[in-house]
Each structure stands twice: as structure tokens, then as C-alpha cells.
């Protein structure tokens, strides 16, 4: 409410107080309520300004879906959960084989997956006139997902599912424990996996385990992807037994006991069917499918993973028809991305180059040979828990000729497990890569990208949000962040394309040294008139001596702890 709008209210409130004296006061000359009191048009509008300003100023905020997941094939009605000051929102996805819109209750979202749509991540973005929310994940599953049934915390009360299931729920409050009642056979393998954290942008630490009808511990798993558990149970008799999920916070707290929230959504998978855990390699499309390896339990042999659905901004998923699971496939991260078969010696003629392999028994050195030329800088890395694999990996890099190392490294930094390697090849010839676990661990999941490079001047550029507003007749900053390596003093220009009518924003250029080197700010400026919904990019580009402009590439944001995004989307509001 404006200031003077609330002082008027104020006047009005003040007589009211007065009343309540004798009526001497009036009778000797006090004033009359109705000397104070405002034209009734007048009181109307002061009543109404608060809502109109904050209806006009509200922001769309979508936060999560629930269930957060959605069948291959189906029509299927889900909750968008967050503030929405006008109903219905506008909705827009980044895969054509997935329509999301508004139903006409409030907060209800209708959602169709076509037939041929694939399993993997859809990104959803809603809006209305005024503005718009950040990119949130929808799930595509190949079966229909159910819902858990609270209460279900004791055994007894289990939510009752029958295999092959996915299953949606949420840990709702502090002290929460979900529990599900599963009938397995002899034989069986049960495969149990969380998605949470890692692509639902939950902040749970979640645990699983699976009990018998006495609520004996028989497994349990913790951050085998990620933070999200994943579980395996080979059953050893027919019987009942029991899933149970609790969680802690992401960031760990002083509370002791189990956590819960609003935000604590997951989906369960579970099956004694095929299962997908990963393919190889873990990384890029695959041009022929038929030479990736499928990493699962209960696969059928021979299996041949496909490439799932394009989007634009979850890449690709690899799938394998009729079973559960599927791979959120990185970006490939250098060019050439081979199989490594342990028993086989893999060459790697040029760089950059990447091959995926996994430490499959104990104690086991997968070893590779990379060709270099004198007096060149090298960088090996590796991929595999920014992968979601549970490798720690131990890298080596020894010189053929003369048997000595070159460099080894077990942890880049406090944290990140994956490790990496610069060295200067002290000859023309071959260097081995030597790669094993840190503590000999081994299995299917201690799987692993290496990528190598010749160390050059690099930068990265990005920004914190995945989406801006600003009003008509204002302005806007957007901070992006440089980021310098290996001797990178390129100066720099950054702008915005496919900008909208009306709205400018002057180039600005980030030098070799300083603040600007670090960082900038774009600074958007629309007229007055202006109202626009819509996709921009960030642009930069390397400025020469002369002032010519080189080769442009994009800003970035991570959208998710597996993928980075190089568009946003523009508010411009009246």
C-alpha cells in the first residue's frame, strides 16, 4: 500500500478511538466522526490499491512437481506445487514429445507423454504476463508411477506394491520414514534406486534398507549415486520384505534424527526384472548402440541399449525397452569416445580423446597408452562420481621408456574424489595411463570416463539464475562470472542475442587483468511500452589485438548436477 493511502487509513482509524470517550466530549465542542470520514470512492480505492499492487507485483514461483514422475504413453494429471497469482500458468517444455498445460483447477497440471517418447528428464518452464519461473525436472518413466499411501511408516502399515513399480513420495516432516511391502521369490534379484537429490534437486541424504516382517536389517545402501541410494538383494527364499527410506539434510545440521520437508520428494524404482544401472561408455550418444555395454541386473544377454528422445537442455538418456532404469547421459567430453575392455591394450593415437571402462575385481590397474609429443603439456582426468559411480579413483601416468612416473593424483580437491594429472612429455612416444580404487574397490559401479587433453588457456562463463525479469521503462544487471585457467589473458566481449524489440543492452568487455577479468555485468534496458516472454542467449567473444572479434560461444548455468544449460529465458512485464 502506498504511503499516503496507509495515512489516510490511519485518519479514518483515528475518530474510531475518539467514540469510545463520554459524550460530553462532543457536547463541549469535540469534533464529529463525520467531519473525518472519506468519500466512499475514495475508501474503495485505498481498500483496493493493496491488492491490485500486490497481485500486479506477485511472482510466479513454481517449485516441484508432484508426483514428480509421469508414464511413457499416458495422460496423466499432476500438482504443480508453488505460488501462482493468476491461474491458469503457460507452460513450455524442452522435448516435443511431452506437453504439459494448465487444467482448470488451480495448481493441477494435465500432462501427455506420446507413445514414442522415451524415457529420461523433461525440463519445464512456466509463466504468465508478468513472469516466469526457473526450469524444473519432470521424470519420464516407461510404466505408470504410484503414489505412496500415508500413513506408512510402520511395517504394518506399508504401502502394499507389486513388482516391476515405480513409486512416488515424499518425506514430509522431520522424524518421516516411508515403508513399502514387496513379495519376492527365491532367486530373485531385488533391485531397489532413489532419485532425489541428483536430479530432483531434492536436499535429502536419503538411506534405504530392506527389513524382514521382524524389522531386521537384511541390506542397506547410503549415496550410491550421488547422495541418492541404490540397493541390491539377492533373495534367498520366498518371503515378504519390506523397503524402508529415510532421509537426513543435504547440508548436515545439528538435529539428530531422521529430516523431513515439502521439499523432500523422491521416486522409487523397484524390480526383479531388468534393471539399467549405466551403459558404456557413460558419456555422449552413441552413433552405433550395438557398441555400448549395458551395466544392469536381470539384463537379458546381448542386451542393446537405444538413444533416448531429444531434448534440449536434459541431453539424451540411454534406455533399454521393457526394463526399468536408464542413464543421464553427460555431454561427451572430448572428441572420440571408445569401450575400454580391460584385457584388450587401448591406444589412444591423438588428443583430445575419452574412453570409459570400470575396475571389475579386486586389486585390478586398467592401464592404457596415450601417444605424445616432447615438450607438450598433458591433462588425464577423470569422470566417474560427477557420473554418478561409486569409483575413487587412484590415477597414474608412467613413462614407457624409462619406467618412471610422471605424475599421480587420487583426490583434485577436499571432496571431489575424481581425480586428475598434469605432466610435460619428456619424449616422442607413448605414455602409459594407469587407473585403479583407492581403497580396491570393485564392481560393476566402479566405472569410469578418462578423458585426455593437451593443457591449453581456457575460460568459463556463467551466471547464477536460469532466467531474468525486469519491468518496462526499467533496468536490469545481470552479473557473469569469468572464469580464468591455465594462463587464459584473452580480453573478452559479452552480449546478448536474439535480444526482443525495445530492449538494448550495450556490449561490455571483460581484460586480461582487474575486476572485469573475473567479472561483468550486462545491463538490460527495456521502454516503456515493452512486454516480451522468451529465450535469449549470452554471448562471448574473444577480442584480438586489432579489435576483430573470434569465434562466439555461450554463457552457461547449471541447471543440475548433471547438466549445464547455455539458454534463459526473459521477463519483460508492463
Known amino acids: 500500500m502506498t504511503t499516503w493511502a496507509a495515512h489516510a487509513v490511519n485518519c479514518v482509524a483515528a475518530p474510531a478511538l475518539a467514540s469510545r470517550g463520554t459524550s460530553s466530549n462532543l457536547e463541549s465542542g469535540g469534533t464529529e466522526m463525520s467531519a473525518f470520514k472519506l468519500p466512499r470512492v475514495l475508501l474503495i480505492f485505498i481498500a483496493m490499491s493493496g491488492f491490485f499492487n500486490s497481485s500486479v507485483l506477485a511472482q510466479i514461483q513454481l517449485d516441484r512437481f ?9 495422460s496423466t494429471e ?8 493468476k491461474w491458469p500458468i503457460k507452460l513450455t517444455t524442452d522435448t516435443v514429445g511431452v506437453a504439459v498445460q494448465a487444467a482448470e483447477e488451480s495448481g493441477v497440471l494435465q500432462v501427455d507423454v506420446k507413445s514414442d517418447a522415451t524415457p529420461g528428464v523433461v525440463w519445464v518452464r512456466g509463466w504468465d504476463d508478468n513472469s516466469a519461473s526457473g526450469l524444473i525436472p519432470l521424470l519420464i518413466e516407461p510404466i505408470e508411477p504410484v503414489t505412496e499411501v500415508e500413513p506408512n ?12 513399480c515405480v513409486v512416488a513420495g515424499r518425506l514430509a516432516k522431520a522424524g518421516d520414514v516411508d515403508t513399502f511391502r514387496v513379495v519376492a521369490s527365491k532367486g530373485q534379484t531385488l533391485v531397489v534406486s532413489v532419485i532425489a537429490n541428483r536430479l530432483l534437486q531434492s536436499p535429502m541424504d536419503a538411506v534405504l534398507q530392506v527389513v524382514d516382517t521382524q ?4 541390506a542397506q545402501a547410503d549415496d550410491q549415486r550421488g547422495l541418492d541410494p541404490q540397493l541390491v538383494f539377492n533373495v534367498e527364499r520366498d518371503q515378504t520384505v519390506f523397503v524402508r527410506l529415510f532421509a537426513f539434510p543435504e547440508t548436515p545440521n545439528s ?16 524390480t526383479t526384472g531388468a534393471f539399467v544401472d549405466h551403459v558404456l561408455p557413460l ?18 544377454k546381448d542386451a542393446i541399449a537405444k538413444n533416448g528422445s531429444n531434448n534440449q537442455f536434459g541431453r539424451k538418456a540411454m534406455y533399454l525397452p521393457a526394463a526399468l532404469g536408464w542413464q543421464y547421459q553427460r555431454p561427451n567430453p572430448a572428441l572420440g569416445n571408445d569401450f575400454f575392455e580391460s584385457d584388450e591394450m587401448l591406444v589412444l593415437e591423438k588428443m583430445p580423446c575419452s574412453y570409459s571402462g570400470q575396475i571389475s575385481t579386486g586389486g585390478e590397474v586398467d592401464r592404457v597408452r596415450l601417444a605424445v609429443i616432447k615438450g607438450s603439456k598433458c591433462r588425464i582426468a577423470v569422470h566417474a562420481r560427477r557420473s554418478g559411480m561409486i569409483l575413487d579413483s587412484v590415477l597414474r601416468v ?12 587420487d583426490d583434485q580437491k577436499k571432496g571431489e574424489y575424481d581425480a586428475r594429472v598434469d605432466f610435460t612429455a619428456k619424449q616422442d612416444g607413448q ?3 594407469q587407473i585403479s580404487d583407492l581403497v580396491d574397490g570393485f564392481g560393476m559401479r566402479h566405472a569410469y570416463t578418462i578423458v585426455a587433453s593437451i593443457v591449453k588457456p581456457s575460460m568459463e562463463a556463467s551466471v547464477a539464475d536460469d532466467h531474468f525479469a525486469l519491468k518496462a521503462g526499467e533496468s536490469l544487471e545481470v552479473p557473469v562470472t569469468v572464469t580464468r585457467a591455465d594462463g587464459y589473458a584473452a580480453k573478452l566481449q559479452f552480449s546478448i542475442a536474439e535480444l526482443p524489440q525495445g530492449v538494448t543492452c550495450e556490449a561490455v568487455v571483460s581484460e586480461p587483468k582487474g575486476d572485469s577479468s573475473k567479472a561483468v555485468k550486462l545491463k538490460l534496458i527495456a521502454k516503456d511500452d515493452v512486454v516480451h516472454q522468451g529465450a535469449i542467449k549470452i554471448k562471448a567473444v574473444e577480442l584480438g589485438d586489432d579489435g576483430a572479434a573470434g569465434e562466439a560461444f555461450y554463457v552457461s548455468y547449471e541447471l543440475a548436477k548433471t547438466a549445464r544449460i547455455d539458454e534463459f529465458w526473459l521477463t519483460v512485464s508492463p
Open 66 to 74: 508432484f508426483p514428480p514422475a509421469v508414464g511413457v504413453g499416458l
Open 78 to 85: 499432476i500438482k504443480a506445487e508453488g505460488k501462482f497469482p
Open 153 to 164: 511408516e510402520d511395517l504394518d502399515a506399508a504401502t502394499k506394491v507389486e513388482l516391476p
Open 215 to 218: 524389522g531386521h536389517v537384511l
Open 255 to 270: 538435529t539428530i534424527g531422521f529430516a523431513g520437508a515439502t521439499t523432500f520428494v523422491y521416486q522409487l524404482r523397484m
Open 283 to 300: 558419456s555422449g550418444e552413441l552413433e552405433d548402440p550395438g557398441r555400448g555395454s549395458v551395466q544392469g541386473w536381470n539384463l537379458p
Open 398 to 409: 608412467v613413462d614407457l621408456e624409462d619406467g618412471k612416473e610422471l605424475a599421480r593424483n
Open 431 to 433: 605414455v602409459e595411463i
